[in-house]
């Protein structure tokens, strides 16, 4: 029986003949226990590191194109302020901002105003939490232009004009802005709507000396 030394304790087992192609031998140590070579231990540690990494370097996902924007609702052509009387006075009714073909459509119905002319304007906000309707700051500015008339060429976006009441204190309103906007940086939506106690001058910075505020309300979008 054929026994051959190995450095490391281990024998090759008598008459042991190489495994397939790989020439694996088996292996028998002093206690007679078969091990695998260790030439065959160095090829299953290549083979679990070839699939740890194979594992580990999965295909990745080829990147897509953003998909377009898409809008997020239907299209803001009407909104509407109900005017509400600040403290001390009776003013109510409603302005309607209607969208046309280049131009807002501003209509108002009121009641409850002095006779004569009252200005009133779109202000920087909607907010009617104060009794005397200062929360809803001054004029809606954007651009920071100086104050004028409705029809000036350079005016706030806010700046209506007046509004005129009879004897009954009736005031009705129907005119087309071209420079009010349901959308975009001179949105009127979420400002707040004054009416005044007395007439703009449409000169005087910053406000036309209309005076005290009557009424309040805040534009919303309307159906």
Request: aromatic share 4%.
């Amino acid at each position: 029986m054929l026994r051959i030394s190995a450095s490391n304790g281990w024998q090759v087992a008598s008459g042991a003949q190489p495994i397939g192609k790989t020439k694996r031998y088996k292996f028998v140590n002093k206690k007679g226990e078969e091990m695998l070579s260790s030439t065959c231990k160095t090829c299953f540690g290549i083979v679990a590191m070839v699939v740890l990494f194979g594992c580990d370097q999965s295909p990745q996902e080829p990147q897509r194109e953003p998909s377009p924007s898409t809008p997020t609702g239907p299209a803001i052509n009407k909104a509407m302020a109900v005017i509400y009387p600040t403290i001390g006075n009776t003013v109510r009714g409603t302005i309607s901002f209607s969208k046309g073909d280049g131009h807002i459509q501003v209509v108002a119905n009121l009641t409850g105003l002095p006779a004569g002319e009252h200005g009133f304007h779109i202000h920087q906000y909607g907010d009617a939490s104060t009794p005397d309707g200062t929360s809803a700051g001054g004029h809606f500015n954007p651009a920071d232009k100086s104050h004028s008339g409705p029809d000036s060429e350079e005016r706030h976006v806010g700046d209506l004009g007046n509004i005129s009441a009879n004897e009954n204190g009736v005031a009705t309103l129907d005119r087309n802005d071209t420079l009010l906007s349901l959308d975009g940086p001179n949105s009127i939506l979420g400002r707040g709507v004054i009416i005044h106690a007395g007439a703009d001058d449409l000169t005087s910075q910053p406000t036309g000396a209309a005076g005290a505020r009557l009424g309040i309300g805040v534009i919303g979008v309307a159906k």
